[in-house]
């Protein structure tokens, strides 16, 4: 088995790519547009401010309340404040924090050594949320100094505003934190889990509340995304972590306990960016701290998304019966924008869900998983996205690394067309649907194909196929009715098509 060395960035030309340690094959890499690490030296969202002599600015894995890493600063007295500052974060699927709602803010903060009773504003410490308007107007600011009535608290403590404190008279288009420690605060503060939400209602999405995943990335953890400080159902386990690595010395891990409560999550790219001059995906990394290459994505291409894999306290028996929902995967998607303040424009169809299919252990190291996609020949698409994924039930521990995006062709098959060279699932038609829907999928050798329907729930609906089929194009017809052929009632549904060695999963929905 050719490998190539762990320490070292990628940047050759071949490499050996697998699929679940079985099929080896050589390909040229010169149509790699990125290679999406964990090796990124800054908090993604977040920036050194100012650091001024005297002062130390760090990302920082000595404390940290969640996901193992925290902002801080340390400083004697200086010329002017040190602060860390985060970039906006109105941001895509949020695209503004909203008037007219009591928004909570702050963020959790640890002390030690600091001056006490600060007689002046450029001796204290502080946290502060700024808002601005759609015209770059300030709209105003929240400031919550940091207590100093003791020099150290000896533990993690919420600074936040006050009911009625933060009512925006607009929308703020742009909302920038600021964790500050004034021109002759002294010691040391870390500060973790930034808050933002309304205390009655939708006030937006402030991203990456903790600091814990590098430049490129970003996550949405439950309970709320991570927007209210707190992770649970497992996922307070996620770290990028020192513990393994493919290249590097850095992963993302999940560490997911069996008797958790069921819930999905992810982390995923940021968009990535793209021209709209001439209809073309530019190649880009995934994310600012990653290799980039002159590649050009053409709308229409044939790309291969691939990731690094090793797991361990895997439970087979959960991959068996729970086929959706026991599973880790990408949902990938193309988006209209890539900008602050977008929204959630994604192109219609996506985004996509792609599960892998895990070997029946309980343990596998680095393995690369990948799926082969068409790039949608529409003018809309201008961005990509990708997120890795755990589903509801999954359990057990993985850890993911080098994330690539390669060009392998372009688009050539169509369901009933030539024999097709990748696996494809393609959307159902028509969906909505009443009575009965056709699902499409290409398979590029011959195959046991297994085409099941779940409701939202991961139960099984219907199995529509399980039978060996040679290198085609295929449709299958569901006709809404279950395994007892009893019609079904409205809802949503999923669709599930695998092989040997590719599973995929699609929403449907069935309307009457």
């Known amino acids: 088995m050719l490998t190539n060395s762990r320490g070292v960035k990628w940047s050759i030309i071949l490499l050996v790519t697998f699929f679940m340690g079985s099929a080896m094959q050589l390909f040229s890499q010169t149509g790699i547009s990125g290679i999406g690490s964990f090796e990124g030296e800054l908090p993604s969202y977040w920036t050194k401010g100012v650091e001024p002599s005297g002062a130390t600015l760090e990302w920082a894995t000595d404390q940290s309340r969640s996901m193992g890493k925290s902002l801080k600063i340390t400083k004697s007295a200086t010329d002017e404040a040190a602060m860390w500052t985060s970039e906006n974060m109105a941001d895509f699927w949020s695209p503004v924090h909203n008037k007219d709602q009591d928004i ?103 991203w990456n509340t903790a600091v814990g995943v590098p430049s490129g990335w970003y996550y949405w953890l439950p309970p709320g995304g991570g927007n209210n400080g707190e992770l649970s159902h497992g996922y307070e386990n996620t770290i990028v972590t020192t513990e393994e690595a493919y290249t590097g010395l850095k992963s993302l891990k999940f560490d997911l306990p069996f008797d958790r409560p069921p819930q999905d ?29 002159a590649l050009s994505v053409n709308l229409g291409d044939r790309i291969r998304i691939s990731v690094w894999i090793k797991a361990n306290n895997l439970v087979p ?59 949608p020949d529409n003018a809309d698409a201008k961005t990509i996205a990708i ?17 690539m995006i390669e060009v392998i062709g372009v688009t050539d098959v169509e369901p009933g067309s030539q024999l097709p060279d990748v696996f494809a699932v393609h959307q159902n038609y028509p969906n909505p649907f009443n009575p009965s829907t056709t699902i499409s999928y290409t398979i590029p050798k011959t195959s046991k194909v297994s085409v099941k329907v779940f409701d939202i729930l991961g139960r099984e609906v219907v199995s529509l196929l399980d039978e060996v089929q040679v290198r085609g194009a295929y449709d299958v017809v569901w006709n809404g009715k279950n395994n007892f052929g009893e019609i079904v009632g409205s809802g949503i549904y999923f669709y599930r098509v695998e092989t040997e060695k590719f599973a995929q999963v699609m929403k449907m929905i069935l309307l009457k």
Request: charged residues 20%; hydrophobic residues 35%.
């Open 104 to 206: 909570f803010v702050g963020a959790y903060v640890r002390t030690q050594g600091v001056n006490t009773n600060p007689a002046s504003d450029d001796a204290k410490w502080y946290i502060s949320y700024t808002f601005y308007d759609s015209s770059g107007a300030l709209i105003g600011e929240t400031r919550m100094d940091i207590d100093q009535s003791s020099a150290s608290s000896g533990s993690w403590m919420a600074d936040t505003n006050d009911v009625g404190q933060t009512i925006l008279p607009k929308d703020s288009w742009k909302t920038i934190i600021k964790f500050v420690g004034g021109k002759d605060a002294t010691g040391t503060v870390w500060a973790d889990d930034f808050m933002l939400y309304g205390r009655t209602g939708w006030a937006g999405q402030n």
């Open 265 to 293: 999550a992810f982390v995923g790219t940021n968009r990535m960016l793209l021209d709209g001059s001439d209809g073309n995906l530019n190649s880009t990394s995934i994310g600012n701290e990653m290799d980039i290459s």
């Open 317 to 375: 028996d959960s991959a068996a019966m729970y086929p959706t929902t026991w599973a880790v995967g990408f949902t990938y998607g193309f988006f209209k924008g890539n900008g602050n303040n977008d929204g959630w424009n994604s192109v219609d169809g996506y985004p996509k869900d792609m599960q892998f299919v895990f070997p029946n252990v309980t343990s596998f190291d680095w393995t690369q998983y990948y799926i082969d996609i068409d790039v």
């Open 387 to 403: 997120r890795l994924h755990p589903y509801s039930r999954f359990t057990g521990t993985i850890y993911f690394d080098d994330l």
